[in-house]
């Protein structure tokens, strides 16, 4: 069964940093592009990164590229999002999600998701 | 960015109706649209690739079609457990971009 467990969200000031985790298990992680998806509170869903298989490749949206930085490490099946000078904007449910296939193809997992909150 | 706008906003329904809600998109994305289902508390859930392709173990009552810039989705008889949060999403070109949802009330 395919499982994806984020943690570290909470509750931040504003233009502090805050590095996301996630942790996946029954699938080989390696083979599968991974993303983060978010979702502010009581909106609709918004794409924040994706990651090739090995790492070599990054895609992000404009409203984070500079400031969030995604990252995997094969070897311990974890995703990361490392996200600085956050904005009361960056307040959401992150969600880390598996790719069905290549980069353009649909988020066929989801985890539970963590809530970062930016406020002073 | 692709805009996809999704109608309409919200549906009140009854179980067994059979629901139709649209999806549009600010520009031709082939059949590079996705489908998932949110309920109340939960992560998304990713019902239909591809505009019309159920992913693996989704009831048959779910169905989708369309090409281009206009896309539907259906549900053919309602079920209690099928309320919920649809978003549509294209997955042509990057940035990958969802629709603003239609949820769905029971009547």
């Known amino acids: 069964e395919v499982q994806l467990v984020e943690s570290g969200g909470g509750l931040v000031q504003p233009g502090r940093s805050l590095k996301l985790s996630c942790a996946a298990s029954g699938f080989t992680f390696s083979n599968y592009y991974m993303a983060w998806v978010r979702q502010a509170p009581k909106k609709g869903l918004e794409w924040v990164a994706t990651i090739s298989t090995s790492g070599s490749r990054t895609y992000y949206p404009d409203s984070v590229k500079g400031r969030f930085t995604i990252s995997r490490d094969n070897a311990k099946s974890s995703l990361y999002l490392q996200m600085n000078s956050l904005k009361s904007e960056d307040t959401a449910t992150y969600y880390c999600?598996?790719?069905?296939?290549?980069?353009?193809?649909?988020?066929?997992?989801w985890g539970q998701g963590t809530l970062v909150t930016v406020s002073s | 960015d692709i805009v996809m706008t999704q109608s309409p906003t919200s549906m009140s329904i009854s179980v067994g109706d059979r629901v139709t809600m649209n999806c549009k998109a600010s520009?031709?994305?082939?059949?590079?649209v996705d489908w998932y289902q949110q309920k109340t508390g939960q992560s998304p859930k990713l019902l239909i690739y591809?505009?019309?392709n159920r992913y693996t173990g989704v009831p048959d009552r779910f169905t989708g079609s369309g090409s281009g810039t206009d896309f539907t989705f259906t549900i053919s008889n309602m079920q209690a457990e099928d309320l919920a949060v649809y978003y549509c999403?294209?997955?042509?070109?990057?940035?990958?971009?969802f629709g603003g949802g239609t949820k769905l009330e029971l009547k």
């Open positions: 999600a598996r790719h069905a296939g290549i980069v353009s193809s649909p988020f066929a997992y």
């Open positions: 591809k505009a019309s």
């Open positions: 999403m294209q997955s042509n070109s990057y940035p990958p971009t």
């Open positions: 520009q031709n994305v082939g059949s590079n």
